[in-house]
């Protein structure tokens, strides 16, 4: 039984709503696109809100909007997924990597303070593994420092923290929709704000320097970041679906867990106090995780490691040299590097079926010894 880390529940209602797209002949950002952010604006309950080609750009835009770049500083979680930190970079801004906490491996603005410096412009919680990272101290300590927050809710749409959406606590919040996301249009991504004027400067940007289209006089220097009405079409019937993706994602989280439970060597992620979860993937701790994972791939089974921290990527060591200086990284990072040792994700996709948990976790039982 193969059992892959991930797959996208898209079939042939995405299917028909993108022939609709044909018939009407309209298959750049269009009238669907209108309807898909207006129900964005409503699920987030965000004001304002533009769409961009993939969440990586989103993030890129939500910072040029807030006009941070060369000689900036932005601080970022040690354990998130690259693209936090590439769109720091293709802003022209210096990430800088700040550790995470113990429990649930996000920012926090105890860690964030030894880390800020005049040059710091902003920071940016990653809500991680759909979970929504502990706002307060973090907002409170920008406004005290006035520094600008960046929400990456890459992996959050449709999550709450006590009743407020991932994405809207900040200046600014970026949403992806890749085929791995709860909500995908096989790639596109979002951004929203509370403020009109980073709202009026996300649509110049995406849109060549002007507000609208119909003109050729551009009063500045913009890009082209339109999305496509064949994405909006599969948007608007994921978003239809999302409470059902999210029901099935949390039903196959706890199999997991009921299967796991008795088997020490293994520790669920928890989510923050006052935080829903659409689970991205099942996020354990684990005993033994490299061989663990091995074993699991000689049972066709795909695992995948948490993220490998930034300051240990191969295209950021020069960058973490100079921001490390002679400290041990181990001592300046210990929770990113045990969540990198110990973490091992599972698949918690809509479709997948009990049979193939019951796989999974009899591996997982074999390996530690458990019948
Ligand atoms: C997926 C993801 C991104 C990037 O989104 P893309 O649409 O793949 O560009 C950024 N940050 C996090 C935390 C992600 O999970």
């Not at 990072?333 to 796989?359: C, K, M, W």
Request: glycine letters at 8%; aromatic letters at 10%; one cysteine or more.
């Amino acid at each position: 039984m193969k059992v892959p880390q991930a797959m996208p529940w898209i079939g042939e209602d995405e299917y028909r709503a993108i022939a609709d797209c044909f018939r009407d002949a309209w298959i750049t950002e269009g009238p669907k696109a209108a309807v898909f952010r207006a129900q964005l604006l409503e699920l987030t309950g965000a004001r304002q809100g533009v769409f961009a080609p993939n969440g990586t750009l989103a993030l890129y835009l939500a910072l040029r909007a807030l006009e941070i770049g060369p000689g900036d500083e932005v601080l970022i979680p040690d354990l998130t997924f690259v693209a936090s930190a590439n769109a720091v970079q293709m802003a022209g801004a210096t990430p800088v990597f700040v550790d995470v906490d113990p429990r649930h491996f996000q920012m926090t603005a105890h860690a964030v303070e030894r880390w800020i410096t005049p040059r710091t412009r902003a920071l940016m919680p990653v809500h991680l593994w759909g979970t929504v990272a502990v706002m307060e101290p973090i907002l409170e300590l920008a406004s005290r420092r006035g520094l600008l927050v960046i929400e990456d809710a890459a992996q959050a749409i449709g999550v709450r923290r006590n009743g407020r959406h991932a994405g809207t606590f900040g200046h600014v919040g970026a949403f992806s929709f890749f085929a791995d996301k709860s909500l995908t249009t096989a790639e596109g991504g979002f951004v929203v704000t509370g403020d009109e004027t980073i709202a009026e400067r996300l649509e110049v940007l995406r849109n060549q320097g002007r507000r609208k289209a119909g003109t050729f006089v551009h009063a500045q220097v913009g890009y082209n970041f339109r999305f496509t009405d064949i994405q909006a079409a599969i948007g608007l019937v994921q978003l239809a679906k999302l409470p059902e993706t999210r029901r099935r994602k949390l039903e196959n989280l706890e199999r997991y867990r009921s299967w796991l439970a008795d088997v020490p060597q293994v520790v669920c992620f928890e989510p923050p106090a006052g935080s829903e979860w659409i689970p991205f993937r099942a996020p354990l701790l684990c005993e033994r995780a490299g061989e663990l994972m091995e074993h699991l791939r000689r049972h066709d089974i795909e695992p995948r490691s948490w993220f490998c921290p930034l300051h240990l990527q191969p295209c950021y060591a020069a960058l973490a040299a100079g921001q490390i200086a002679d400290a041990a990284p181990a001592e300046l990072f210990p929770n990113a590097h045990r969540a990198y040792d110990l973490g091992v994700l599972l698949p918690v996709f809509p479709t997948l079926s009990a049979e193939q948990i019951e796989h999974v976790c009899r591996t997982i039982r074999a390996f530690y010894g458990r019948r």
